[in-house]
């Protein structure tokens, strides 16, 4: 019985590889095109009253963190009985008549991870069509998954520190300009920039960025010995 090198490469057998991965990026995919063409028909019946990502005829939101508006421990968050206590958390925060800067720095608060997942699919999009025109074992998956891998860390990064500086640049837009002889507590905006960008949850992070790499290097061995096989054949 010899051995059929040619099986992995039928359009049908690459299709079921890319499962189910790729009918879960088609449905998010669709999701996301059905999230973005929703709200505006949605708003009609709402007297056009449309507000998304800050811009709009409504108020501008931003989910902010409390350390930029009370101090720490000074105000409870409700009552609670003798020997507990509540720490800084986060506090949606509403800017009525917002100016041009409030809606851009809400913008910045919730637009970054949007366009992060939106990333995410495309990249996921772009491997799986690679996987169907040359076949699991491509150089060109190998260096799609790794490409993945160091993107998703890096934009994770840097999507959670913008995010986290317009939130607290956001929250200082809702202090008065200071007053001569009045204590005005500042907002504490590169100490939440930093916080943000570095207090991420590591744990699950670093796990699918090094099973990509792995993953990688797996196929980038299972490559090589798919050409080897090939080649004796």
């Known amino acids: 019985m010899g051995l059929q090198a040619e099986t992995v490469e039928l359009p049908g057998t690459r299709r079921k590889v890319t499962q189910p991965l790729g009918g879960t990026v088609w449905l998010f995919m669709r999701l996301t095109l059905l999230g973005l063409v929703l709200p505006p028909l949605l708003s009609l019946l709402n007297g056009g009253r449309f507000t998304s990502y800050g811009f709009g005829l409504g108020s501008a939101c931003a989910t902010v963190t409390l350390n930029g508006i009370a101090e720490s421990g000074s105000q409870p968050m409700a009552q609670l009985r003798p020997g507990m206590f509540s720490s800084p958390g986060n506090v949606l925060l509403c800017a009525n008549h917002p100016t041009l800067e409030q809606r851009f720095l809400v913008t910045l608060t919730q637009l970054p991870m949007t366009l992060l997942w939106l990333a995410v699919l495309v990249l996921l999009g772009l491997l799986i069509r690679t996987v169907r025109l040359n076949g699991p074992f491509d150089v060109g998956v190998t260096r799609r998954l790794r490409f993945l891998a160091w993107f998703v860390l890096a934009a994770w990064l840097a999507v959670n520190a913008i995010q ?15 007053i001569a002889g009045l204590d005005q507590m500042p907002v504490p905006v590169l100490q939440d920039t930093i916080d943000g960008a570095l207090g991420t ?33």
């Open 201 to 233: 949850n590591w744990i699950p992070l670093l796990l699918v960025v090094c099973g990509l790499l792995s993953l990688a290097r797996i196929i980038r061995i299972g490559a090589q010995m798919h050409d080897d096989l090939v080649g004796t054949i």
């Open 164 to 178: 986290s500086y317009a939130a607290a640049a956001f929250t200082a837009t809702g202090y008065p300009r200071p």
